[in-house]
């Protein structure tokens, strides 16, 4: 009897020419004869043995393949034929960086040894409801992005995806904040107030300890809670991120009572 024909194991989700295509050992096969043909063409373009070994690696050109293995017996009769269908990319693109400016402007680069016409760019975050998909002519994209944890990768139009990486953007620091006194209570004033953005506003004590968290979009009136130094910290939030602070100092001094005692005699 005939070998059995040869069951391939599962393809990877993307097959280039770095790939591996295995399938199950036969128990009577010494050999494998392994064909790639065009599935368009019935002519074979490429013909090996492999001794033993269950594997091969994909033709270097990009195209849709037919794989067709089947396995010798030792009276080097060959087996039934195993067919699948494999399409091969061309290399995914690598080496793919972010660089972040600080008003959130986002510029996505990669490498790819194989020039495409367009890229496509995949990007999810989690204050999106679905993906978003840029177009790109060249090997890198750039865009303006809100605070956030995003994910991205690059797909070429004839070729393999490439890993998913992620990056953050943190919230930009307030660019303008007035801190007026008034004897035991504060006033902070943030401007231009942005759409999405609001403020942290942290009262801490003289040791560091955080002694009143306030959230505000505008103008904030804040009381202390007596005379002495504090220190004042104020960061933007944005989907869950917030900015690195900016710190004001407030003395809060109480006048010396003989003051209000010199202040009558003065008068008489």
């Known amino acids: 009897a005939l070998l059995m024909a040869p069951v391939f194991d599962e393809l990877p989700e993307q097959v280039t020419a770095e790939s591996t295509i295995s399938w199950q050992a036969l128990t009577d096969a010494e050999r494998y004869v392994i064909e790639w043909a065009h599935q368009d063409q019935p002519e074979i373009v490429s013909t090996s043995t492999s001794s033993?070994?269950?594997?091969?690696?994909?033709?270097?050109?990009?195209?849709?393949?037919?794989?067709?293995?089947?396995?010798?017996?030792?009276?080097?009769?060959?087996?039934?034929?195993?067919?699948?269908?494999?399409?091969?990319?061309?290399?995914?693109?690598?080496?793919?960086?972010?660089?972040?400016?600080?008003?959130?402007?986002?510029?996505?680069?990669?490498?790819?040894?194989?020039?495409?016409?367009?890229?496509?760019?995949?990007?999810?975050?989690?204050?999106?409801?679905?993906?978003?998909?840029?177009?790109?002519?060249?090997?890198?994209?750039?865009?303006?992005?809100?605070?956030?944890?995003?994910?991205?990768h690059v797909k070429p139009d004839t070729g393999a995806a490439s890993e998913t990486r992620s990056f953050t953007v943190c919230p930009t620091p307030p660019e303008r904040l007035s801190v007026t006194q008034d004897k035991l209570s504060v006033s902070v004033a943030l401007e231009p107030t942005i759409e999405g953005v609001r403020y942290r506003i942290d009262l801490l004590d003289s040791a560091g300890d955080l002694l009143q968290q306030t959230h505000s979009q505008g103008t904030t009136r804040i009381e202390l809670p007596g005379f002495g130094s504090y220190q004042l910290q104020v960061a933007s939030e944005q989907n869950s991120l917030h900015s690195e602070p900016v710190t004001a100092q407030i003395e809060a001094q109480q006048k010396p009572w003989w003051l209000l005692l010199f202040f009558p005699l003065l008068a008489l």
């Open 52 to 152: 033993r070994e269950t594997k091969t690696d994909p033709p270097q050109t990009p195209g849709a393949y037919l794989l067709t293995v089947r396995g010798v017996s030792s009276s080097r009769i060959q087996g039934n034929n195993a067919t699948q269908a494999v399409n091969v990319l061309d290399p995914a693109p690598t080496n793919l960086t972010e660089s972040i400016g600080i008003d959130g402007q986002v510029t996505l680069q990669w490498r790819h040894p194989q020039a495409a016409e367009q890229y496509s760019i995949v990007a999810a975050a989690n204050h999106w409801q679905s993906e978003k998909n840029w177009l790109s002519s060249d090997t890198s994209y750039t865009t303006e992005l809100p605070a956030g944890i995003y994910q991205w």
